[in-house]
């Protein structure tokens, strides 16, 4: 029998072959290869999608979080918290600018970022909150708002899992000050190479991150500032009009697939992830934690199915971090998360019989 990937592109990219193809050839037919008007254009449309002003795109969802940091004038000295519990980009921009880091534990059943923590973890230093939709579902908005607000900081939301989840009934990315966007590939919406955005309705902010991601011009070869070269290609850009069409339906699938696994899977060994009523997920990834993961793992794999982790090192105990001195038991949550994850295949192309292979092979682990 053939195995259950844990992902698998190709698949969605059969089924918009005739699609994609033409949209490439006509950003080679006008030569609109860095920047341009079809990144105007994906622009346009993905501000729409957001409920925001403004969306410009931008290298990578890496890129973004440092671009947005800077255009909010975060700088050396200034602490920014993020959660101990995303995938370590989110963390990147703030060392990027010569901030520091200052991270957060993760809450025991939602595995979002711990309102609390970060309120206790605030200092005359902190500039900035990131506040992370890991998984593609969103963190508490309203209890970081009010810790955002009564403090006066600015919080970005890192939506690089979550593109057109909801909190509340409105959009991502549009909540906070600056919505940052992966489109890496395997996220929700996904280039063919390397992209991200970010979305804002502050159009100081708008007008910053168009400068900061092509050499700090507004004019050109006037150059008002230090800047980068982290323009969105006219490819990715194309691509990404095509594919965010799709992005509602495949959000949807996912969400059923979803369904399917936690009504299916009935074993008392398996935790699944909860969801906060007043949220609707964009799943990324369905993870769930066990006891004792490596069996599990090798059960799985001796079914036929493909797993992952999402993560198996917390940002505080990578090696990048360790001029932050922390130690083991520095976030206990975070650490029980990452020890025991397990990710099980979700993409909108698994069929129903693999569905029931998935549901099927985590009941028969003992
Ligand atoms: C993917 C990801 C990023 C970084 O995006 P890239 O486009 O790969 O640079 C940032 N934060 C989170 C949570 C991510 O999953």
Redesign the pocket.
Same mark, same amino acid.
């Given at each position: 029998m053939d195995r259950v990937p844990f992902f698998d592109l190709k698949r969605q990219h059969a089924t918009l072959k005739d699609e994609l193809m033409p949209a490439i050839k006509s950003v080679i037919a006008k030569s609109a290869f860095s920047g341009g008007e079809f990144v105007e254009v994906f622009e346009k449309q993905f501000a729409e999608y957001c409920g925001t002003k403004y969306a410009r795109g931008c =290298? %990578?969802?890496? %890129?973004? *979080?440092h671009l947005a940091l800077l255009a909010l004038g975060v700088g050396p000295g200034d602490e920014v918290i993020v959660p101990a519990h995303?995938?370590i980009?989110?963390a990147?921009g703030i060392s990027y600018i010569g901030a520091k880091p200052v991270f957060a534990d993760c809450l025991p059943d939602t595995w979002e970022i711990d309102p609390r923590a970060v309120e206790k973890a605030i200092t005359n230093n902190t500039r900035a909150i990131i506040g992370?939709? *890991?998984y593609g579902v969103p963190c508490d908005m309203d209890a970081l708002q009010k810790i955002a607000k009564k403090h006066t900081l600015y919080l970005l939301e890192?939506c690089?899992?979550a593109h057109g989840a909801r909190h509340d009934g409105t959009m991502v990315g549009s909540i906070g000050a600056v919505g940052?966007f %992966?489109?890496?590939p395997g996220?929700n919406l996904g280039a063919v190479g390397?992209? =991200?955005a970010i979305v804002t309705n502050d159009a100081n902010v708008a007008e910053k991150v168009r400068m900061l991601r092509s050499h700090g011009e507004r004019e050109k070869y006037v150059h008002e500032m230090v800047g980068y070269n982290e323009r969105m290609d006219g490819i990715q850009a194309v691509i990404l009009s095509v594919k965010l069409k799709h992005l509602d339906a495949w959000n949807k699938r996912k969400t059923e697939i979803v369904k399917k696994y936690v009504e299916g899977i009935e074993n008392p060994a398996i935790t699944f992830q909860t969801i906060p009523e007043n949220v609707t997920p964009a799943y990324?990834l369905f993870v769930v934690t066990v006891q004792n993961r490596p069996t599990f793992i090798e059960h799985m794999k001796s079914r036929g199915i493909d797993t992952s982790m999402h993560y198996p090192t917390p940002c505080h105990l990578q090696k990048a971090y360790a001029s932050l001195g922390h130690k083991r038991d520095d976030f206990p949550n975070t650490e029980y998360v990452a020890d025991h994850c397990v990710s099980l295949p979700l993409f909108p192309e698994l069929t129903e019989q693999e569905i029931e292979r998935v549901v099927e092979a985590v009941n028969s682990y003992a």
């Open positions: =290298g %990578s969802g890496t %890129s973004a *979080l995303t995938f980009a989110s990147w992370v939709h *890991l890192d690089a899992q940052c %992966s489109f890496y996220k390397e992209a =991200g990324h």
